[in-house]
């Protein structure tokens, strides 16, 4: 299924419980495919890449309201670029990452809002922190200035199917709460369902809102 018209968009939007917040996930789709997305009500947009980003947010510099969101793999040497670019990075998966992230965001004088990405499965795919790694690294997570730590984020082995996906995200809702943070995002086009019924808080949809990847 793809959602092409505003209906759809309002079917998707509406059936979700009060607390999921739809991110739409833009990569691979032009300035003018987002303006028709914003023009039904969305404000949420996520890109994976920086350099596809800059071009498409110039282009949309008119739409203030629109917030963005960093979901892509981060490198060194983008981190101050995407800082300055995005309020909201859930892809942090390493310690030395979130310490770079908090000194160049003092710099900046910015604060992002963070997801810590967390592998649940073994997943030679997937970068991630181990949960035993945001366990043992716990206190100086949270001792880093120009942080905003909000929730955990998480992406399936591709491999699982539908009821072992839902319990993987249980098992995240329940990591999180254990770490009294808000915030799920989890759930993609083909497992949002899954992740609702286990306590996401952000859907990340790209495919399902834009239909296939145009650039
Ligand atoms: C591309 C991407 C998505 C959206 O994927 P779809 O399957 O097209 O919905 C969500 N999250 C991340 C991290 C992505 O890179």
């Not at 300055?84 to 160049?104: A, C, G």
């Not at 809002?113 to 795919?125: A, G, H």
Request: a positive charge; aromatic letters at 8%; glycine letters at 6%.
């Amino acid at each position: 299924m793809i959602l092409t018209g505003s209906n759809d968009f309002k079917l998707i939007n509406d059936s979700l419980p009060a607390g999921v917040n739809l991110l739409a996930v833009s990569k691979g789709h032009n300035h003018e495919s987002i303006r028709k997305i914003f023009s039904y009500g969305q404000l949420d947009f996520a890109e994976s890449r920086l350099q596809e980003a800059i071009p498409k947010k110039n282009n949309l510099n008119d739409l203030k309201q629109l917030r963005w969101h960093f979901v892509g793999t981060l490198q060194k040497n983008k981190v101050r670029g995407v800082i300055k670019e995005f309020e909201f990075i859930h892809s942090v998966d390493s310690l030395p990452l979130l310490e770079r992230i908090s000194r160049i965001s003092q710099e900046e004088e910015k604060t992002p809002s963070i997801f810590l990405q967390v592998k649940f499965r073994e997943d030679p795919n997937k970068g991630g922190f181990l949960k035993q790694d945001v366990l043992k690294s716990w206190s100086k997570i949270i001792s880093l200035k120009n942080i905003n730590l909000i929730g955990l984020m998480t992406i399936p082995p591709l491999a699982l199917n539908s009821s072992q996906r839902k319990d993987l995200f249980c098992e995240c809702r329940k990591f999180a709460n254990h770490l009294e943070l808000k915030d799920c995002s989890m759930g993609m086009s083909n497992d949002w369902q899954e992740a609702v019924e286990g306590g996401s808080t952000w859907i990340r949809l790209g495919s399902l809102l834009f239909g296939k990847r145009q650039i």
